[in-house]
């Protein structure tokens, strides 16, 4: 009996991908249809990461390339703070012990695991929205920075600290994503000084996309992240990517780029409804294929 496609495929995935059973150890995840939430929840501590919700959160979303069901995802923190970056006794301390002890590739093998986090986030089909309340600081920052859209409320703290603990504002993609999303000089201010901005800054210049009242954020963003599952998701997770590999082209490299991206999705079964649709004055209902 001759496999379909759709059986090829389940059977090529890694293992690990089953998120019709998924439970996190080092989150909160919850799901409602084709929309996945991730809650950072350690409230009592401003939600820092440890090495292991670092390593959970990058291998969660290196899966959520095969998941095929989710098409967006909600990224927020528990208790009225988004994430106050690495835990200081958890991270920091295990940190300054490995270069006490001369330990180099340690410290390498943390931040290049930190790095894939980044990587996974970005290279993942989902959009990413990040619902950003209170602290936003040091990797949280850079969490709500990789993410695709970013929602946040005035009372918001966005800092990338990391001048302030002697490290480089170089952290995680920093010097390459920020720039692009508020612009070098700006960047280069908070990536300087380690200071906070807070939201209403933060929407004026561009990090935010919208600001919410602390107690609709979760469902604001989520309900965009339902409104974009329920899109055309096949042509967004395209649209992701070309936003993030055209960054390294040249304009007739992207031109180029694009018109085979586009050529891609208009053999889609998406592109033929929204045609019959438009013909029949009626709004389309798009399955992402």
Not at 117 to 135: H, T
């Amino acid at each position: 009996m001759t496999e379909t496609m759709t059986e090829t495929g389940q059977r090529l995935r890694p293992a690990g991908t089953d998120f019709d059973n998924f439970t996190a150890r080092h989150f909160h995840w919850t799901r409602e249809g084709r929309v996945a939430t991730i809650t950072l929840n350690r409230p009592e501590r401003k939600n820092p990461l440890t090495f292991e919700s670092y390593a959970e959160l990058r291998d969660t979303f290196r899966a959520l390339a095969y998941a095929d069901a989710i098409k967006a995802v909600v990224l927020a923190g528990a208790g009225g703070n988004f994430c106050s970056g690495g835990d200081v006794h958890d991270i920091i301390a295990p940190l300054v012990a490995m270069r006490r002890a001369g330990d180099t590739a340690g410290l390498l093998a943390f931040t290049r695991m930190t790095g894939d986090l980044v990587k996974a986030l970005r290279a993942c089909p989902q959009l990413v929205i990040a619902a950003v309340d209170g602290v936003c600081a040091g990797a949280g920052a850079i969490l709500a920075m990789a993410a695709d859209l970013r929602l946040a409320t005035a009372r918001s703290k966005v800092a990338f600290l990391f001048v302030r603990v002697g490290l480089a504002g170089a952290d995680m993609g920093a010097c390459n994503i920020l720039p692009r999303i508020i612009g070098a000089g700006r960047a280069a201010e908070l990536l300087y000084t380690g200071r906070s901005m807070d939201g209403i800054e933060a929407e004026r210049w561009g990090f935010a996309n919208r600001l919410c009242e602390p107690e609709n954020l979760l469902g604001d963003a989520q309900a965009m992240a339902k409104s974009l599952a329920s899109g055309p998701t096949f042509a967004n997770a395209m649209t992701k990517r070309c936003l993030h590999q055209e960054w390294s082209m040249g304009v007739d490299e992207a031109i180029e780029a694009e018109a085979q991206a586009q050529a891609i999705c208009m053999q889609t079964r998406d592109f033929e409804r929204a045609y019959r649709s438009f013909v029949g004055k009626e709004k389309p209902a798009f399955e992402g294929d």
